[in-house]
């Protein structure tokens, strides 16, 4: 089977740019083009994810026609439409097609501008994207709310435990410097801040931006044959994994585990890796409520069933007593701050856990460094409420030697 790499990797700022997504798109595409030291004449594929602030029909080729990648004699382009999973699943489509050789370098690009979009417009295309649910405005963090009210019934999540995540984010966004989030919360303040629904409040919520990613795969063999640029740094995707739920929740006395799609995801993706969670030494989870980082925590076997809450508050005691220096190796998640702390530009967030987790299997994750470096990390999209889940495990620069 081919070695697909991510050979190059380029973002944008992120927060109120005041610039279309498409500018952003683009943008980001040179940035990752130029990290590779290649041209844009030698990608063959364009993945892209959709864009509420500027939305177009086919995405992908819009946005690969406004770039000059269109018309080509040799490109495949295609718009994946997963939620916040889509940057992962970007990813698995581009590992794909490169390993059935219908391209030989792909780019991943995700792009939106919903900072700058007024807030009534935002409200009413983010409640129209679960149309039908039911659910009060804002629709998407009343249903998120939803699940957090049935998790603190079923499994006994306290109030103050929810509260936690975005402390403990807060804190690794705050030594970020792309980073929204300059200050680290606590608690108190989380507590305080504005309610969004009933168990949930603002300093809870992913931290709505402006911002665009993009990332380039290539397989090792097309790599050593065409370009200068060694791989010995260069991540390996070595797997994948999805799953599907229902685009919002039922009622919640209707609620059951079957409508949560993150376990099979991961499943997949360490099963045909042959890895186990403790093969893994960098998590990036997607967080956009504290109760989508819990529900990752057990979906992939950090935590025990029921047991992510008392994993956080242990974590958050942990942070006090280091006087608010916890160490990345004592928290490997989201060390750029995650979508609480980092900002998420709608369906582009997961491309932060991907360019995090490559910083850290490089050892470029400065003072967020876990030590020793990663080998392996574990990247997850989550899209909707819980009705989208994609994982990819990706390896550091020498994997390819060590399972060899």
Known sequence: MKTIRIVGCGATRVGRLNRSATDLAIESIHLALNDAGIAQS??????AVPSMSNPHFMQAHYLATMAGLLPAKKMIVRTIDTGGAGAISALATA????????????????????????????????????????????????????IAQW???????????????????????????????????????????????????????????????AVILSSSKHWHRNYAKPLAQCPVVISTGEGSGPLFPPEIENITEQMFSCERAAKFALESAHLGVNNIDFFGLYDCFP??????????????????????????QQLLHSGGDLHPNDFPFNTHGGLMGFGAPWEVPAMYNILEAVAQLKGEAEVRQISPKPQRALVYGNG??????????LGDGKYDRRVS
């Open 42 to 47: 030698d990608l063959q594929g364009l993945i």
């Open 95 to 146: 590992a794909h097609m490169i390993r059935q050789e219908w391209c030989e370098t792909a780019i991943i690009v995700a792009s939106d501008a919903v900072l700058s979009l007024a807030d009534k417009e935002f409200s009413g295309r983010a409640d129209a994207s679960v149309q039908g649910s039911g659910l009060p405005s804002p629709s998407i963090p009343n249903g998120y709310d939803l």
């Open 151 to 213: 998790t603190m019934n079923t499994h006994g999540v306290t109030r103050e435990q929810l509260a936690m995540v975005p402390v403990l984010m807060s804190h690794f966004a705050a030594r970020h410097p792309g980073a929204m989030c300059k200050k680290p919360y606590s608690l108190d303040e989380v507590l305080a801040s504005r309610p969004i629904g009933k168990v949930t409040n603002l300093l809870e919520c992913a931290r709505r931006a402006d911002g665009a990613a």
């Open 291 to 316: 109760i989508c980082f819990l529900r990752a925590l057990e979906a992939i076997g950090v935590c025990a069933k029921g047991e992510a809450g008392q994993f956080v508050e242990r974590k958050y």
């Open 384 to 393: 909707g409420i819980f009705s989208a889940s994609s994982v990819a495990i």
